[in-house]
């Protein structure tokens, strides 16, 4: 089992950066493949961008590609999101997820944290 905590959320303004970053508890943090999803509100819960339990497979969606980064270092139980470019678009509640499985699709991960408020202003 494994506990994901979000951190790094706030305001930018439009064309800025943040990077969010989410720390793991347990010792099997390195078998997990791990993803980023987003929620805005009155809208589903999207896929943002994932990667593999080694790092050396990593799947963005297109409304990210070329401007977020996904990474993770094992050692310190840790996955991170770099966000560059933002867009008022990228506004929502972002969460990392946890699964064996390495997707894009939310279902298939067990694992979640409780999220962290990326606003864009314009």
């Known amino acids: 089992q494994v506990q994901l905590v979000e951190s790094g959320g706030g305001l930018v303004q439009a064309g800025g950066s943040l990077r969010l970053s989410c720390a793991a508890s347990g010792r099997t943090f390195s078998s997990y493949a791990m993803g980023w999803f987003r929620q805005a509100p009155g809208k589903e819960r999207e896929f943002v961008a994932a990667?593999?339990?080694?790092?050396?497979?990593?799947y963005y969606a297109d409304s990210v590609k070329g401007r977020f980064t996904i990474s993770r270092d094992n050692a310190k139980n840790a996955v991170y999101l770099q966000m560059n470019s933002l867009k008022p678009d990228d506004t929502a509640v972002y969460y990392c997820a946890a699964d064996y499985t390495y997707g894009s699709s939310s279902p298939q991960y067990d694992y979640w944290g409780q999220g962290t408020q990326v606003t864009v202003s314009s």
């Open positions: 990667i593999s339990w080694s790092g050396g497979s990593t």
